[in-house]
């Protein structure tokens, strides 16, 4: 029991250090770190069930039906998660706890999908679990401002979530893949069954204070975002300043920008390098080694991301973004000149870091610059288009694998980064240009 309990008692002292305990930031990272952990046996058991136990070219087509199938449902799914939420304020706790509860069921009926090799059955129901994940997060992220202890500033509150996160992710994928090398990932799935039901029963003892009045029938609906909107609905009242609402959504969309092109870098890193690894292109230690080489330095690098969070107290998180992006381009334009398995193990590193602190840094400033009545919609939409973001990166991995060797296809890439970077930054020129004139 002792060797147990320490770690334990130890884990709970860093979960709600700094008054985290009083505020209940404490229990939303325990609750989220376990979820993290279930979302990481199932993807460890659908990559088991549509990557390995197939041949690459037939694994080429089962991944691209996936990402097909969950990218074109869940931009018509996933934006409507937020409206929902900002007109639940008052049941954050159970729409968290039935996400979760959901999910339990879904994992079941996909360990037996997997089972019998029934795609009808598993790819909508993957999707269904994304789209419940998500409106998890969406949630999680809506919820902290009210939260968060007088000393701890946001980008540090959620890089505290977020390392946390990581490292019950990293727990649970090593044991889902122990599972699935013994049993199947069948029976991964079935494992994550009452993870996720013992989830939904702590999300509902989350303190009260999470929820926030319903809007009143005579207030004016929140507007909903979509895929083109994500500016706030602040500074709009008497008094405001003119253009500040404007210059707002600037910042947030230019947020947005940087962190949908390091998505699109993460999954083109993810499939593009694991089609290598399994063609044979990328020489070095064999496959197994080298996908546990890349696989290692992207976790090293989100953990890094999140550990750099949690130290820094920037007050300028859209500087912290605009040099996320900066150096995910420096790298990969470096992979793509010397091109071996240490510097495409190097780029997922530096890639999984730009991630995750520039996630961390825009989360920030959608708490900060958006309104509670609207800040579920926002996350919402954001969460949409990192995922499209991700998507088709890992679709344009997937297809120039088929046809370009290591440097040309990190190329490719260096020179999209480039591009977004350049825009990015010729826009908050503008912006500043446009504060500079309205002060």
Known sequence: MHVVGAPARATRRLTHAQGADRTGLGRLIELTAAHSAGDALVTVALAGALLFRLPVGQARGQVAAYLLVTMLPFTVVAPFV?????????????????????????????????????????????????????????????IMPSLLPADIPLVTANARVALFALVSAGAGAGLATGLSAAAGPDWVLRAAVPLFLLCGVFAVR???????????????????????GLGPDVNTGPGARPGVGSLAGSVVGEAMGANAAIRVQ???????????????????????????????????????????????????????????????????????FVFTIWTAAAVALVGAF???????????????????????????????????????????????????????????????????????????????ATRAATA
């Open 82 to 142: 937020g409206p929902v939420l900002d007109r639940l304020r008052s049941g954050r706790r159970y729409i968290m706890a039935g996400t979760l509860l959901a999910r339990g069921l879904l994992c079941w009926g996909m360990a037996g999908a997997v089972h019998t090799s029934d795609a009808v059955t598993l790819f909508p129901s993957a999707l269904a679990v994304l789209v419940l994940s998500k409106a998890y997060n969406v949630s999680r992220a809506a």
């Open 206 to 228: 989350l303190p009260r204070h999470v929820d926030a009045p319903d809007p009143d029938e005579d207030e004016p609906r929140p507007r909903w975002r979509t895929l083109l």
């Open 266 to 336: 993460s999954g083109f890193l993810v499939f593009f390098l694991l089609f290598l690894v399994q063609d044979g292109h990328l020489r070095g230690p064999g496959p197994t080694v080298a996908l546990a080489l890349l696989a290692a330095a992207a976790g090293a690098g989100g953990l890094a991301g999140a550990a750099a969070g949690s130290w820094t107290r920037s007050r300028s998180p859209q500087l912290t973004v605009l040099a996320t992006l900066a150096l995910a381009t420096v790298a990969t334009v470096a992979a793509a």
């Open 354 to 432: 730009a991630q995750g602190l520039g996630k961390l840094a825009f989360d920030a400033i959608v708490q900060r610059e958006i309104g509670e009545e609207v800040r579920s919609s926002a996350f919402g939409v954001a969460e949409t288009l990192l995922q499209i973001a991700w998507v088709s990166g890992g679709l344009l991995g997937l297809v120039l694998s088929l046809f370009v060797a290591g440097p040309a296809g990190l190329g490719v890439m260096s020179a999209a980064l480039a591009l977004s970077f350049g825009r990015l930054l010729a826009l908050r020129r503008r912006r500043l």
